[in-house]
């Protein structure tokens, strides 16, 4: 298939972009390298450098290429930012957003792979979440997934827009070639790996006093190429769908760091810090439906292995992308 990548030059479109190639899809980068980096794209894939806030930019490209798809990744995707800068979070997330399906009406493409977020739900009533629990964010970066979600339901009823809706839990991990490289790091893993080559004196951890077992916040980390299997599979789903995809396990703070030090064999000191705004305690996937409806299974299952190529990635390229 001839596949738009939205979004190609950050963590999971980089990937994304890579696997797709690999599986012989012919793929085109969009990004407007504002997170990402020009590096990270794939020296196969036809790269555009272009603005979702112009609509005009992603019109040209959807109609110079003419995919089958388009896959969505460029959004910001911080929640501890989302609660300091909302406008920013509701401007990209949305209005940007917006004027992608806009293009895609335009030109007539009509399958599209959206990057969501299990920031959509909240504090859970119950965990695992499956896709029936109810959407009730607490910060503006789940609010404003939760938003297109709800445009891409319009949109397939109105346009008749194909659209699959990927709920990732917490994204992890690298393949040999592309990793997490941010211009800010906020992420627990790749902020822990940077305490272990010694580019940063300690990991803080944003609060002790939650009701889990070690007092740390518990999240479901996915090995980014099993999440990325998982856009690949929704190429050719049959219906427009939103999947939670997870791998059913939660890990919390302190394992994650347990499990970096395991790993890594370095000494990784810790500094107890309040509570990060926004966060809640606990977020693990069900990720039945989309087992059972595309066929989706993990191959990475462990935190080790997560975090393995991870520190593999990290040790390869210290610096990152170096821009
Ligand atoms: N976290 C932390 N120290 C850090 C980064 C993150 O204690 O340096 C915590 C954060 O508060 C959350 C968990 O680790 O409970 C995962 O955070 P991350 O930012 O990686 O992903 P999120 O779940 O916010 O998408």
Redesign the pocket.
Known sequence: MKILIVGGAGYIGSICTELLLDEGHQVAVFDNLGEGHRRAVDSRANFIIGDLADRSQIEAALSSIGPDAVMHFAASAL?GESMRDPSKYFRNNISNGLNLLDAMVATRVGRLVFSSTC?IFGPPERVPIDETAPARPINPYGESKLAYEKILRWYGEIHGLKFVSLRYF?AAGASENFGEDHRIE????P?VLKVALGQKPD?????TDYETPDG??I?DYIHIVDLVRAHLLALGAGKSEFYNLGTGDGSS?REVIAACRKITGRKIDIVEKPR?PG?PPR?IASSEKIKRDLGWQPQFESLDAIIDSAWKWHQKFPHGYGD
């Open positions: 929640v920031a917490n906020t992420h627990l893993i902020n990991v803080e951890i944003y609060g740390t916040c999240r703070v990060r966060d977020l």
